[in-house]
């Protein structure tokens, strides 16, 4: 036990050591691609909390980041923003839209759920791309940003230009969004959604009110998703109606699931093994996500619970061995 | 307004082989109780398999033939590969179904590529009706799938093995301590599952262009003609996509194509709200 809270405490010291040393080690183009891998491993977090901790087998995850864009895009366009208000405005845009959406699908249970986040998906892409609705969809959907958005700090003003600015940037509000679903995951509120996770009606019988737990956890990982969205409008300075699609969430679940869903740390690693290697398949090899596809399946079968958590616990093991080990040698002495 | 009759009779074309695709996902789910995700690519891989025995062989009734055969034995050689293993869980079985359909869309988009191809109307005929050349090839389809719907509730209702499977459907664990063979039930089923969406891919191919991101357009289709009918419930399936597709055509004639896709997606979203078991299901229990 003490070891584990020891762990507990280290591994996210080392990693936010790790992040403020990166800008010394890599180069520009390199900081921006891991910022990138942040970003978009943060929306494999938003399924991994819906799924891995909450037992709901989302496809809607990718219109909560396109919810994200287009809420950043509105308050930039149509009210003249700024980055905070902007961003803030992406928040509210997921976060709204999850409300009514969420209340739908959490409603209904694992296959009807399951087909329920697909069809809202298809309905929202459908609405947007058929060109009726213009008010709506019209300018805040596929559209790039024309400037180099600056964010003021206190007294200060950084600018995107600057690619260190830009990952610490992302990686601080990374940071903080992990912070809370770490503390919100560990609270009374992950453990009562763990349960209903585990046995629906045993949690229900215990008193837990299983509906609204649910909705709330999937407001909660909109918001994740819709920051992810907001971020990578800032870093990529660009958005498309694709965002919005359930093929797009199908790839969060793919990397939160070979990472391992039901950890914080592993649909960061899934999707950070998906990118790095797309971006060095793909010169090779167009169609790499037949791999993905492949490794999909033999992750299912030999380790369901995730590349990342199965690593971990042998790590874990490996040590509490060693541990024996040697506790055994100093009773021998 | 004078292509209404027109545009319901496509309508009911179109709904029929759509029926016959989302019978074959109904009675996957009904059987190995998951929601294969990796259905409408099987669809597309049946038209693109088509298009592939068209360019080699020029017939179209040699791809008629094959692609059905190649959908059974593909299927059940999936069931056995890549299902069986997590069988016991559903949302790995949905992932793992999800994993295929990246396979399936992106080996095609590899071999045969992303641009969309056409196949030439193998029949070539048009009679007149309600005073348009329609052509003759459609009513063939619709044919196709109507007796295809039929062979399949005949198979269930009257051979042995269709039996079977209403045994394991209905209660899996009497079925086998009665010594129904569930996995090769299993296999069978996913295999027929799987013909039934190849044989639509063919039947469907020359009426639209052939590619590989056509799967992702009928799944949805297929979803909501199962919720509205009801999750497992075949003969509601088989209605709810024909009764949506003549809707759709009605509304088209008046309203363009994405707004009658609207409002069957709203329809949906509603019977899920009131009558989550879909409205061809009585309640029991």
Redesign the interface.
Known sequence: MNGRARGVAVAPLVLLLAAAAAPLVLVNYQLVFLAEILIWGLFALSFGLV?GFG?M?SFAQALYFGAGCYGFNLATYKYGLGTWGAIGAGLVAAVAFAIPTGY?AT??R???F???T??LS??TS??L????WRWIAGPYVTRSLPFVPTVPIGPWEFSFGSETFAFYFTAALVAVAVWLAARLTSSPFGTALRAIRDNESRAALVGLNVNLLRWLMFTFAAGIAGLAGTLYVLLARYTNLEFFEW?YS?KA??AA?VGGASSLAGPFAGMAFYLVTAEYLSRYF?????L???L??VV??FA?EGLYVAAARLARDAYARFGQRRLARGEER | MELLPVLVLNGLVWGLIVALIALGLSIIFGLLDFVNVAHGDFFMVGAVLAWVLIAGTGNFWIAFAIVPVIGLILGSLIERGVLKPVENDASLSIVASFGLSLILQEGVRATYGATPKRILDPLGVTVPVFGFEYEVYRLFAAGVSVIAIAGFFLFLQRTKFGTWMRAVRQDREMAIAMGVPSDRIFMVTFGLGTAMAMLGGVVAAPLTSVEFRLGLDVLPLCFIAVIIGGLGNLPGTAAAAVLLSVLEGFITSIAEPTTARIISLVIMSVVLLVRPQGIFTRVTA
Do not use: E, K, N, W
């Not at chain 1, 167009?286 to 037949?290: E, N, T």
């Open positions: 799924y037992g087998l739908i409603r209904v694992q296959h009807h399951l087909i329920v697909v069809i298809v309905l459908a609405v791309a058929s060109g009726h093929t199908g679940a793919v699931i167009q169609q790499f996500a037949i993905f596809g492949i999909l399946l299912l079968r369901p």
